[in-house]
Each structure stands twice: as C-alpha cells, then as structure tokens.
C-alpha cells in the first residue's frame, strides 16, 4: 500500500498509508498539490535562489578584493613615508628605533 502523495501544512510529504484505490490518505481527499509537483517547484525554486545567493557572493567577494588592493596600497605608502626621510633619502634606522630614540630623548 503506497503512501499519501500529498503535503502537510508544514510542507512535509504526509506519512499516513493512501486508502484503498487513491493516491491520499483520508484525511487529504481534497488535496490538491501533490509532493511530486511541489518537489519539482521546490528543486526550481531552490536552483533560482542558490544561483542569486552564488551571485551575491561573488559581488561580494569582488569589492572586497578591491577594498583589500587599496588599503594594501595606502599601507605600503605609509610605510614608505615612515621609513624616508624628510630630504627624500632612505631611513637607516626603523620606524620602532626611531620612536624608541625620541622616547629617550624626551627622558
């Protein structure tokens, strides 16, 4: 005896056996949307959705990146001006011993 090819409220195929000679059970005579028709609206409806929330990521994934390229920019740019001097020539010593100097040199 085959189950009840209907669902209930909450979306779920039925677990009750079908009568005798139809495809319900009887408590859902009268249904008229079948779990094999609404899987198949489920499987389109999923496949539609997944492929918008894939979408999104990506967009998301993109600025992202673009954001992350240019604050990598700032930062190498700030860390040039650190270790530079004001005359444009190299720094000898480190952003940290500079600051530690100027730490001993206020006492």
Do not use: W
Request: charged share 35%; glycine share 6%; net charge neutral.
């Amino acid at each position: 005896m085959p189950f009840c090819a209907c669902r209930t409220k909450l979306g779920e195929k039925c677990k009750h056996r079908a009568a005798s000679g139809s495809r319900f059970c009887k408590r859902h005579e009268g249904c008229t949307v079948t779990a094999d028709e609404l899987d198949t609206v489920e499987v389109d409806e999923i496949a539609s959705a997944g492929k918008r929330v894939i979408d999104k990521l990506y967009e998301t994934v993109r600025v992202l990146q673009e954001e992350r390229n240019l604050y990598e920019s700032k930062l190498s740019n700030i860390e040039l001006m650190a270790y530079t001097e004001s005359d444009g020539t190299p720094a000898m010593d480190s952003l940290a011993d500079k600051v530690i100097k100027e730490i001993y040199r206020r006492g």
